[in-house]
């Protein structure tokens, strides 16, 4: 591949759709558009504007937002038991850097390390061990869009979730290279895409993590995702790839590590992002910023992504499948209902590929008579703990880990 990526190519698709669907000549889905002839040049109908065609190498995601550029991939595009880059979900705070060189990037190591380590890419490759893994990462925001009073942000559904193969070195590796001081409690990160408002002095996000979780075998230092560059979107060509905790930890366009003897306080550590009340509230109730707790581990969670909602299915008997994940831990059962949550069957579950990824599960479903069914699954984890039917409601949209239910008419 070309050793830089052009940012600007991101968009250059819309324009192609615009042609290739001859939505500008006055045709959209074969159909004539009576008033063609009051459309602006640039124009994105708005059956189109939703089908994100237009992002590069992410056929089929929803856009959130453009500024920045945000979206989800839907349930029944997440199939794959590992998921390929144009399905891996994006989430931006700030500008994505236009332009990125994988031959001169360089990665800092420094704050209270005993020896301040700039690493290149093959300095990373010649160093360190070169390790993969499929690795679940899921925005803190995720299920954002089901909040009664809704919470403000991107209105994730479901799809702001993916396990793809990453290949990189491990963190671990290269935090003892550099000597981690007895001092030292918690991690921070910076990339290199810049702050909405232009100012060069402010990160759009700079986390961290305990020093015990960084030291975990499993977070990666990634260059590479299912065995080729990283999508400039998801953070091309470096990033943390930390899992089972809020994806905000993986930093993307990752340039700098240092680290602390206090619980980082960069950009969307504290106040009330990525944080919940340390205590249960009411929906719609005022918490007061102290009582906030910074998320840790993701909670368990599924999803079905076959068949997709709405499919009218002709078999009486048919499969469903789909994954679950809890942050720090496996999953031990996935139960299904399609009379409502009156009964449950177990489904077969698959052991994860290897530790932090997601695991598959399937089921054989026998639909008693044509009709409208909903189809729900439901995951316990190795804690015991279980999806709830209710939203814990939150402040800013955080940690929403209810069942994920389907509907389907028997035909
Ligand atoms: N530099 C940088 N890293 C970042 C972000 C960002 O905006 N800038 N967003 C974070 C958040 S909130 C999430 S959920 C994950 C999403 O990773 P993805 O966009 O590759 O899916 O990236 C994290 N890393
Ligand atoms: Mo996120």
Redesign the pocket.
């Given at each position: 591949m070309a050793d830089k990526i052009q940012g600007q190519n991101i968009w250059s698709r819309r324009n192609f759709l615009m042609r290739t669907t001859g939505a500008s000549a006055g045709l959209l889905f074969g159909m004539a558009i009576p008033f063609a002839r009051n459309m602006p040049a640039s124009f994105v109908p708005l059956a189109l504007a939703q089908d994100s065609d237009a992002i590069d190498g992410k056929a089929g995601l929803t856009q959130l937002n453009d500024r920045?550029l945000n979206a989800e991939t839907p349930p029944h595009l997440l199939d794959d038991s590992v998921t390929p880059t144009n399905r891996?979900?994006?989430?931006?705070?700030?500008n994505?850097p236009d332009e990125v060189d994988p031959s001169t990037w360089q990665l800092t190591i420094d704050g209270l390390v005993d020896k301040v380590l700039s690493l290149s890419i093959a300095d990373l490759k010649s160093q360190f061990e070169v390790i993969s893994y499929d690795l679940l990462?899921?925005?803190?925001?995720n299920g954002r869009a089901f909040f009664d009073p809704p919470a403000s942000g991107n209105q994730w559904t479901y799809g702001?979730v993916?396990c793809s193969n990453w290949t990189g070195v491990r963190l671990r590796d290269v935090l003892n290279a550099a000597g981690v001081k007895p001092e030292v409690i918690y991690t921070a990160?910076?990339?290199?895409?810049s702050h909405l408002s232009g100012n060069a002095d402010l990160h759009?996000?700079s986390?961290g993590m305990p020093i015990e979780k960084a030291m975990d075998p499993y977070n990666l230092i990634a260059f590479a995702q299912n065995g080729q560059d990283l999508?400039p979107?998801?953070?091309a060509p470096l990033?943390?790839v930390i899992p089972g905790w809020?994806?905000?930890?993986?930093?993307?366009?990752?340039s700098r590590i240092y680290l602390r003897d206090q619980v980082h306080d960069g950009a969307?550590m504290t106040g009330t992002s990525?944080r919940v009340p340390g205590y249960q509230v009411a929906p719609g109730e005022k918490v007061a910023t102290e009582d906030f707790q910074i998320i840790e581990a993701m909670p368990v969670k599924s999803l079905i992504t076959y068949p997709q909602t709405m499919a009218d299915i002709s078999n009486e008997t048919f499969e469903i499948r789909g994954h679950a994940w809890s942050g720090d831990t496996s999953i031990s059962t996935v139960d299904i209902s399609y009379d409502f949550g009156a009964t449950w069957q177990k489904a077969d579950l698959n052991a994860p590929s290897n530790t932090n990824a997601w695991q598959r599960w399937t089921a054989n479903i026998n639909l008693p008579e044509k009709g409208y069914y909903e189809i729900w699954a439901r995951a316990i984890d190795a804690n015991g703990q279980s999806q709830p039917f209710a939203i814990d409601w939150n402040p800013k949209g955080y940690l929403n880990n209810t069942l994920h239910r389907i509907a389907v008419r028997r035909t």
């Open positions: 920045p891996h979900f994006i989430r931006n705070n700030g994505p990462v899921e925005c803190g925001g702001a993916a990160h910076e990339g290199t895409d759009p996000v986390r999508h979107m998801n953070g990033r943390l809020p994806g905000s930890c993986s930093q993307k366009w990752l969307k990525y």
